[in-house]
């Protein structure tokens, strides 16, 4: 319910992965909300996917706390602290890509030879998404 009641919807392969893992929890067509999925917008502009801590080093300086295997090893493992915390630092990270690219109408990357690189982007949205 507060998905439809979003102005929009950011977030780093959610068309493809998120949207996937949700359909076992609701018959909703989540896609058919307004989205912005801020790996989509990368490709369809350089033909390319890269990936969220690619984009997060290259264009905020950051890194993520862990890859997509540490979530399922986690979850296996029952350590909901760690996932939780992974969760919440890749939902921060997006939304830090948002607001950058909203704010300066690019992000940035490393091309093969090591070279800083812009990635135009047009994001008039809705509404800033809150921070936390």
Known sequence: ??????????GFNQMRFDYEVLRGYTTEDLRALP???????????????LSLDHLANATLGRNKTGVGTDAITWFREGKMDLLEQYCRDDVSITRDLYLFGL???YLQYKRRDRRLASIAVNWHAGPRPRRS
């Open 1 to 10: 319910a507060t998905l439809k009641r979003a102005d929009l919807v950011v």
């Open 35 to 49: 989205n912005l999925d801020i790996l989509v917008e990368v490709k369809a502009a350089i033909g390319i996917r």
């Open 103 to 105: 704010t300066n109408g």
